[in-house]
RNA sequence: GGUCCCGUAGCUCAGCUGGAUAGAGUGCUCGCCUCCGAAGCGAGAGGUCACAGGUUCGAAUCCUGUCGGGACCGCCA
């Protein structure tokens, strides 16, 4: 159930049989024709419009086409009134059962009401976190890993078949560092005295990986040179760092569907097939690059390259492919996996990646556009920082100071769903302020509590409902009789329930989870302002003394509220809260 | 210098495919518990949507330019 869906193809009946009878003209394009809950509450609960779209292409005067498309409209009994207003729209109030009857189709449906087919069941791939192998998951992944599991399921709520993934960088030259680093971890178990020099990973969560390593190998290694142990050493330490990050991203909630080996691209034939995909397409050359424009760095010269002409598709410069040295550069890998998603047929990419890549979006953007022909979209979404606050001051995080904050220090502080709600609290492209004292504090001003408040009251009703020995299953509340509710705070809860299934279709296409967390808060803003409103007014309250039935239509209201939130919470992946500590 | 992101109330931020008198929270002023959870609600005050042009019936939203903040910028991923 779509109520806007609904009444735009409603209009869209109306219009055309306002064609078909000679009042427009035939064959109008409709697409800007527009249904949506207007600003101001005072101007009805749709509007339209299409009058001052089609006036246009119509010649017509937009108020001729509004008072035509009234006439039509209101012979519909889900249209009470239907007038015209300011430059020509079409203000529409809909009949109050209408409204009444948004309860028992959340309750019929359950947490599937608001579920699109919008997606059409096309494959997505939502490529997240993928963080380096080399260590744990900090601050900042977290909130890729936390945007990019609420915008996964949100695609997966909204019709879309979606795959999970995590592109582990197990190939390059990190891999090495860790490995080195983990040798050292390995002598250190072993008694001996070592420095870490520049270059190398003195973090402590690498001691117990040269633990393991000594109860594996022993003193197998000591004493010997890289070219004994570097590539064991580097499987060995990835494994360890991927399984760190496993259970870190377990402990947030997040389950990825797919774990992609960069590794798996080198000595299999896959990086030079997507290179020789590009250069069957004219794509790839020899050539020297000009120097970037104004600061030239100090060791800048002219050198010969193997190229990606990127600038085909919409980059700015060719891209270098290949080293001085023979070797691949990071970009040539990541073409490959990118040419892999294609060929596994998905209809859409996602890469969800951190601020400080955006320089590289228009490379990949344009290898994915030169690699499907332009058949497969790539969305680029950037996180932007986070900000770390104690008590409204700046926490700055410092490896050498020991005060790096991982994801781990995070949840084990205030929790996963706190931790994921709060991320998806601003958009993906604004810095987020996270102040571990202030995400727990329980007030309005913070946004999990609120929302977890109305569901937790409600929870509540419910409660004292069943003392009362009033039914309020799902099943029974359904079948209320729900001509009670006439007030307009109850209208209004009524109101914004009916917008969910708009809103999720909106966030889905946009690609942003946020518009969800604001949503709940605004739903439960007026849940809030209904149940004080009961305060004043005993007939508004839920519970209704001695009168069942006034009771259940009334919780069946509430009680679907809990419903669109648990499905909202769903998407964010926060669960409800049946009562707050 | 170039590319991308951002600039909306004192502060922190929403704002849908361009739509009507631009909205929340917070802070300030004032009200609401004999009553389902007051951890809440209501009212008031607070704006040159950075600036200047352009497109449009209509611009915070789209285009161009300027200013300010951030990220990135050929053999690191």
Request: some cysteine.
């Amino acid at each position: 159930m779509n109520l806007f869906a609904d009444i735009r193809a409603l209009v869209n009946e109306a219009l055309a049989s306002m064609a078909a009878e000679g009042m427009l003209p035939e064959g109008l394009d409709l697409a800007n024709v527009t249904v949506e809950p207007p600003r101001d509450p005072a101007h009805g609960d749709m509007a339209t419009n299409a009058a001052m779209v089609l006036a246009k292409p119509a010649r017509l005067k937009p108020r001729d086409i509004a008072e035509a498309l009234a006439a039509k409209l209101t012979d519909d009994p889900r249209i009470a009134s239907a007038e015209v207003a300011g430059p020509g729209f079409l203000n529409l109030r809909l009949d109050v059962s209408v409204w009444q009857s948004v309860p028992k189709a959340v309750l019929t449906a359950g947490t599937e009401f608001g579920r699109s087919q919008m997606g059409q069941g096309q494959k997505v791939n939502v490529e997240y976190v993928s963080a380096n192998p080399t260590g744990p998951l900090h601050v900042g992944h977290t909130r890729g890993a936390v945007f990019g599991d609420a915008l996964a399921s949100l695609l997966a709520y909204s019709g879309h078949e979606v795959t999970r993934e995590y592109y582990v960088n197990d190939g390059g030259a990190q891999v090495d560092v860790l490995a080195r680093s983990v040798y050292l971890r390995y002598l250190e178990a072993h008694g001996q005295k070592v420095e870490f020099p520049d270059g190398t990973y003195p973090g402590d969560y690498l001691v117990d990986v040269g633990e393991a390593l000594k109860a594996k190998v022993g003193d197998a290694y000591i004493g010997k040179g890289e070219e004994v142990w570097l590539s064991e050493i580097r499987e060995f330490s990835t494994e360890s760092m991927m399984n760190l990050i496993r259970a870190d991203l377990k402990m947030l909630g997040v389950e990825m569907d797919s774990f992609f080996s960069e590794k798996s691209l080198y000595g299999t034939g896959l990086i030079e097939a997507a290179i020789a995909d590009l250069d069957a397409k004219g794509l790839i050359y020899r050539g020297t690059l000009e120097p970037p424009k104004g600061k030239v760095p100090e060791d800048w010269e002219p050198r010969e390259q193997t190229l990606f002409r990127s600038t085909a598709h919409g980059d700015d410069v060719d891209r270098p492919i290949k080293k001085s040295d023979g070797g691949w550069t990071y970009f040539a890998p990541d073409i490959a996996y990118h040419y892999n998603k294609v060929t596994r047929g998905f209809d859409a990419l996602i890469d969800v990646f951190g601020a400080d890549h955006g320089g590289y979006v228009k490379r990949m953007k344009a290898a994915v556009s030169a690699l499907s022909e332009g058949r497969v979209p790539l969305d680029v979404k950037l996180t932007q920082l986070v900000k770390l606050y104690k008590n409204g001051k700046p926490f700055k995080m410092s490896k050498r100071a020991g005060t790096f904050v991982t994801l781990r220090d995070v949840v084990e502080q205030v929790g996963p769903d706190v931790t994921r709600f709060v991320m998806l609290t601003r958009k993906n492209d604004a810095t987020l302020d996270f102040d571990f004292a202030k995400v727990l504090e329980q007030s309005r001003e913070n946004p999990v509590f609120y929302v977890q408040y109305a569901h937790a009251r409600i929870c509540s009703v419910l409660r004292k409902a069943v003392e009362a020995g009033i039914a309020v299953d799902d099943a029974t509340l359904a079948e209320a009789d729900l001509s009670g509710l006439t007030h307009a705070s109850e209208l209004a809860v009524a109101k914004k329930l009916a917008e969910w299934p708009r809103l999720v279709e909106i966030a889905a296409r946009t690609h942003e989870p946020h518009r969800v967390a604001f949503y709940l808060y605004d739903l439960a803003s007026d849940l809030h302002a209904l149940w004080n409103r009961g305060n004043e007014e005993p007939s508004l309250r839920f519970l209704q003394d001695d009168d069942a039935a006034a009771s259940q239509s009334k919780i069946a209201l509430a009680r679907a509220v809990t419903v669109v939130i648990s499905a909202g919470l769903g998407i964010l992946g926060v669960a409800p809260a049946e009562e707050m500590r």
